[in-house]
């Protein structure tokens, strides 16, 4: 590719939109291991998963099982909205402990929970509060008890509700109240129905951030369909005006047909056609025996979904295989908010089975447009740039994570890149136990970002690493680059994985 075409895309490169974003992850959360049963059983709905988004505008988000706790004002627009959504609005005492969730600075404000209406709905209080406003996209129809136990991943719940729920962070201020009440004003209280427009631009320059592993044959149809069927079937189309009290919809239906149908087929590429089923993950290094630092994840007989027992990383567990892939590729979409036009990247910081802090590497809040050039690789002088101002995807979960403490044993990072000696310190000093990345041995510029440290790491026991790769059989639908890569990984990858690669090939 020469350089002027390169640099076109630098500088025009097109980004999801934030709100698109959420309702993607909304989406994708939906389709989280750690969701679906509890979904489908309604006693068990509780032990829902917890989200949060972190970045500059919007501050963390959770869903505690079907109670929303929040900030509201007294008399202000979310109470008012609550009440009219029939929602039992219950004063909490500030001294007990809603408050480490959410500090109050203002006494006009007062914490509150709400237990959503479930008699009109059993399916009202959803799992991940991902998204500002109602997506007009649904999951097939589940009326009935019975209905309700098929199989887990044919009965999600109603995604046209989606919850948007704030506890705060531990350094609020007046910005964040006053965002908050903003983004609650814009929530499904506020009755208001989103419909996801992703450009034709945006799906195709997807490809652009995508991970090194992106096989080239994108292996995304069949997840495609499952995804329109799941939430974009004609059976919802045709409650659509009814269900969401939308009248125009028969307007423009040909028009969000298109839109829902461009963002589903956004989240296949970004998920499944860059972390294809055969990608499985790898613990990294012999661990120091002697090391007093990481805990091992050898917890094998772990079962799913069980609000109280925490998935520990462990590859011989195939919930957390699957978990872990979840994971990566919704690190996958997050990356595609990226600043850098070259290089996405995405991090989660997940612990006790919730999401603690999901962000992408970009620019700092606040930043000039013009100050901080998206350059390229090729793009010069802004290269320095791009170095010296982006945030990591790392340190920005890191610094926006929503609790404190993430130094339990299941406290995992989650990152579509290998983090790079900027990162693992920091890593390493927030008390992150493990961490889940694709491994990246391509030979760089010296000038560039090193990444040393994270197998130093990893061997000196600081750190659980578990590596996502493809298996070999896969590989040969990979990018040449890619397939390099693995290659490279595969040599000189830890702890007897080489062998087992090896022996599969000559299958
Ligand atoms: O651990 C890491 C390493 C890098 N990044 C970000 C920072 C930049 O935007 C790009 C650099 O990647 P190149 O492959 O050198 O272009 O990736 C990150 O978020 N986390």
């Known amino acids: 590719m020469n350089q002027t075409r390169t640099r076109s895309f630098a500088n025009f490169v097109n980004t999801i939109t934030k709100t698109d974003l959420y309702s993607c992850l909304a989406l994708w959360m939906e389709e989280s291991p750690l969701a679906t049963t509890s979904v489908c059983d309604f006693e068990s709905s509780r032990s829902s998963v917890t989200c949060c988004i972190n970045d500059q505008d919007v501050k963390p988000i959770i869903n505690e099982d079907d109670t929303w706790c929040g900030v509201a004002q007294e008399n202000g627009p979310l109470r008012k909205k609550l009440r009219r959504n029939n929602c039992t609005i219950e004063e909490k005492d500030k001294s007990k402990e809603f408050v480490d969730h959410t500090t109050l600075h203002d006494e006009t404000k007062s914490a509150v929970s709400c237990h959503l209406d479930n008699s009109t709905s059993t399916r009202r209080q959803v799992k991940a509060g991902y998204c500002e406003e109602h997506l007009a996209i649904n999951c097939t129809e589940a009326n009935g008890v019975d209905e309700e136990k098929q199989t887990s991943k044919s009965c999600s719940s109603k995604l046209n509700k989606i919850g948007v729920v704030m506890v705060d962070s531990q350094n609020p201020d007046e910005d964040d ?115 007093n630092g990481a805990s091992s994840g050898s917890s094998r007989d772990i079962v799913a979904n069980h609000e109280a027992t925490p998935i520990i990383p462990d590859p011989y567990n195939p919930h957390w295989q699957e978990l872990a892939r979840h994971m990566s590729r919704m690190a996958n979409i997050l990356a595609q908010r990226s600043n850098d036009p070259k290089r996405g990247v995405g991090a989660i910081i997940l612990q006790r089975n919730q999401v603690v802090s999901a962000c992408w590497n970009g620019y700092p809040p606040k930043a000039g447009y013009g100050d901080f050039p998206r350059a390229s690789h090729i793009d010069g002088p802004s290269l320095a740039k791009k170095y010296a101002f982006s945030i990591h995807a790392e340190q920005a979960a890191i610094l926006g994570r929503n609790v404190r403490d993430v130094s339990e044993d299941s406290s995992t990072l989650f990152v579509s890149k290998t983090p790079c000696d900027e990162c693992v310190p920091l890593i390493l000093k927030a008390g992150i136990k493990n961490a889940v990345f694709p491994r990246d041995d391509r030979q760089r510029d010296p000038a560039c970002l090193r990444y040393a440290l994270i197998q130093r790491s990893i061997a000196l026991g600081q750190l659980n690493g578990f590596e996502s790769r493809l298996s070999i059989a896969a590989q040969k639908d990979c990018q040449p680059e890619a397939t390099a890569v693995l290659r490279a990984s595969s040599q000189l990858c830890f702890n007897g994985v080489a062998k087992e690669l090896a022996t599969d090939a000559t299958k």
């Not at 069949?222 to 125009?248: G, M």
């Not at 839109?259 to 860059?274: K, P, Q």
């Open 177 to 291: 109240l006053e965002k908050v009440e903003k983004l609650y004003r814009m929530s499904e209280i506020g009755q208001s129905i989103y419909v996801p427009n992703i450009q034709k631009t945006v799906l195709s320059e997807s490809e652009i951030k995508r991970s090194p592993y992106a096989p080239t044959k994108l292996s995304h149809t069949s997840i495609l369909l499952t995804l329109l069927d799941r939430y974009w079937s004609e059976q919802w189309k045709s409650r659509i005006v009814k269900e969401l009290n939308w009248p125009e919809f028969i307007d423009c239906k040909h028009q969000v047909d298109h839109s829902i149908h461009i963002m589903l087929e956004w989240i296949a590429r970004v998920t499944f056609g860059d972390l294809p089923d055969s990608v499985n993950f790898y613990e990294c290094g012999e661990r120091n025996p002697n090391s």
